[in-house]
C-alpha cells in the first residue's frame, strides 16, 4: 500500500521561505502523479500544485504562481514544494496525494486516492 510522509512545515514569518517533502514508500514513485494540496479551517482543500510522473508537467494554483515551486527526486522517493514570500494566507495544512497516471487533468483533489496525514504551515509575524 502506498505510503504518503509530508514534512518541512513550520513557524515562519511573512516574507519567508519553506520547503516541504513528501516522502513515498510502498510503491514505485516513478509511476505516479503527485499533488500538494492545502487545507485552512473551515475551507475546502485546495489544489496547490501537482507535478506529473516524469517531472515534465507542473500545474500551480492561481494564488501560488510565481512563490512556489514543485519539484521531484523519484530516485530519493521524493517530492518537493519549495514556498517562498509565503503570506499569513498561506497558512494551512498541506497534504501530498498521489495517483498511478502520468498526469492528471485538473489538480484537484477527487484525482487523487492517496494521501498524506499533512503537515502545518504558519505564516505569521
Known amino acids: 500500500q502506498l505510503q504518503l510522509v509530508e514534512s518541512g512545515g513550520g513557524l515562519v514569518q511573512p516574507g519567508g521561505s519553506l520547503r516541504l517533502s513528501c516522502e513515498i514508500s510502498g510503491g514505485t514513485t516513478k509511476d505516479y502523479t503527485i499533488g500538494w494540496f492545502r487545507q485552512a479551517p473551515g475551507q475546502e482543500r485546495e489544489g496547490v500544485s501537482c507535478?506529473?510522473?516524469?517531472?515534465?508537467?507542473?500545474t500551480y494554483g492561481d494564488s501560488v504562481k510565481g512563490r512556489f515551486t514543485i519539484s521531484r527526486e523519484n530516485a530519493m522517493n521524493t517530492v518537493y514544494l519549495q514556498m517562498n514570500s509565503l503570506k499569513p494566507e498561506d497558512t494551512a495544512v498541506y497534504y501530498c496525494a498521489a495517483r498511478r497516471t502520468v498526469m492528471v487533468l485538473l489538480c484537484a483533489k477527487h484525482n487523487f486516492d492517496s494521501w498524506g496525514q499533512g503537515t502545518q504551515v504558519t505564516v505569521s509575524s
Open positions: 507535478i506529473s510522473r516524469s517531472g515534465g508537467s507542473t
